[in-house]
């Protein structure tokens, strides 16, 4: 797509002079480091880890920056959206960088530096985005590096386009041509063509898009690109669409979660794998005494295995300390009629199938700390909407299913909004408004909201 093509070229060079940036951050902040006197000891350093970890900056930067998705064409481009992509991708590579250094042993990097680094590399960042901001809006108002476009149609959607396009001249897109469907002949495609235009975008009635297909296909032919308005036709809410080419097949798909978030969830999945192992190591004496306890006190199984539903309706087997008698999934039949919860879930206050030390492990959550080892092997995640079982997906309504489209996961909104308190809808709806508003940063306020919770024992 040309409005792509011009977009990402424009990225490549901002790319570019983000690196830029970053490398004189760096230097700058390696050169008033070697300046501060801290603790009454001049900087010492060990060269070879400075260039390490200069190198490993370059590259979480490249990888973070070079992921800036191409603006839409259509989108509302205002300097707010580079300060949040700056403050958010500096965030996560702040996080990336003290991982590193926690990980590997005896790698010393001066924390001052750090610091210094990563406050004037976001100012920086942010100065050098305002500048490319001003420099793009300067050219539009002089009427260079505008987009072209000729807009075909009628009806409300088609006047509130029009009306947006005209009302926000610093978009940078301009209507040449206004074309009424009835008159989208073939007298009109001749004259499009002498016309310098970048793209045309048809906003009709479903049932004048039969009449426009020859229309569209020569235009098509002639290299100019169509944007065909489809919310009406599909009634896409909050859904997002991609185009998919398998040989020759051509599909238009309908996702509820953008594609662009697909790929921060990949980063999101790896984190929660190396932050598994930490915790697995960390949290190794709790497992030990935790396990003993049980042993003595219960017999064996130490764990309690069920099989969950996870990622896509996907089922994997889910482990926990056990809190129960042995034979309590027998018992559960006679005391399905003191369910305390509203639709296909189970759950009641003083459970007599749960033992004393169970209790226990349930108040403070510490029955759930098994499910790092899910997490390890990639069934899980930290937040995420909590696993169901088998029995109670068969029950779910259609939008109840889209809890499934994230990993389940060891906490989340649920069980920091009220938890056993909340009844069943208003829990899916929590999920989903998880995952409707999801981000790296929205899962450490979770979790940083979760500690308090289980400190206070409100599980059962």
Request: charged residues 25%.
């Amino acid at each position: 797509m040309v409005f792509k093509k011009l977009t990402n070229t424009k990225n490549i060079y901002i790319l570019s002079s983000d690196i830029l940036v970053t490398i004189i951050s760096f230097w700058i902040s390696f050169f008033l480091r070697s300046r501060i006197v801290w603790k009454n000891e001049n900087f010492r350093y060990n060269s070879q880890y400075y260039n390490i970890i200069f190198i490993f900056i370059l590259l979480i930067w490249f990888l973070l920056y070079s992921k800036k998705s191409s603006d839409d064409t259509f989108k509302e481009k205002y300097f707010r959206n580079d300060f949040f992509e700056i403050i958010v991708n500096n965030f996560y590579a702040s996080l990336f960088i003290f991982t590193f250094i926690f990980l590997i042993k005896g790698f010393i990097i001066s924390r001052v530096f750090l610091v210094l680094f990563i406050l004037l590399n976001t100012i920086f960042l942010l100065i050098e985005r305002r500048i490319f901001y001003d420099i793009r809006l300067k050219n539009i108002r002089k009427g260079k590096n505008v987009i072209k476009i000729i807009l075909i149609g009628e009806g409300r959607r088609f006047e509130e386009f029009e009306e947006k396009i005209k009302k926000n001249p610093d978009w940078g897109i301009t209507i040449v041509k206004r074309i009424k469907s009835e008159n989208f002949d073939k007298n009109e495609i001749e004259n499009i063509k002498s016309i310098p235009v970048d793209g045309i975008v048809i906003i009709d009635e479903k049932e004048n898009f039969e009449g426009m297909t020859e229309q569209v296909t020569k235009l098509v032919e002639s290299g100019i690109n169509i944007f065909f308005e489809l919310d009406h036709l599909f009634n896409l809410k909050k859904f997002f669409l991609n185009i998919e080419k398998y040989k020759e097949f051509n599909f238009l798909e309908l996702a509820s979660i953008k594609r662009e978030d697909y790929q921060k969830l990949q980063l999101k999945y790896f984190l929660d794998r190396i932050f598994a192992i930490i915790f697995l190591i960390l949290l190794s004496p709790i497992f030990f005494i935790i396990s003993i306890v049980i042993l003595l006190l219960n017999g064996k199984p130490v764990f309690f295995v069920q099989e969950r539903v996870g990622l896509n309706g996907r089922t994997f087997k889910m482990f926990k300390f056990r809190t129960m008698e042995k034979d309590a999934e027998n018992k559960k039949i006679l005391l399905k009629q003191k369910n305390q919860m509203k639709g296909p879930v189970f759950k009641i206050m003083n459970d007599p199938r749960i033992t004393p030390f169970g209790k226990f492990l349930r108040k403070y959550s510490l029955d759930e700390l098994p499910q790092i080892i899910n997490i390890l092997k990639g069934e899980m995640s930290f937040v995420g909407p909590r696993p169901p079982l088998v029995n109670e997906v068969k029950e779910y309504d259609f939008w109840h299913r889209r809890r499934l489209s994230f990993k389940p996961g060891l906490t989340c909104l649920w069980q920091i909004s009220g938890r056993n308190e909340i009844d069943f809808e208003e829990w899916m709806k929590k999920d989903l408004e998880y995952i409707d508003n999801w981000s790296l940063l929205y899962d450490m306020l979770i979790i940083l909201k979760t500690i308090p919770v289980i400190l206070k024992g409100n599980g059962w």
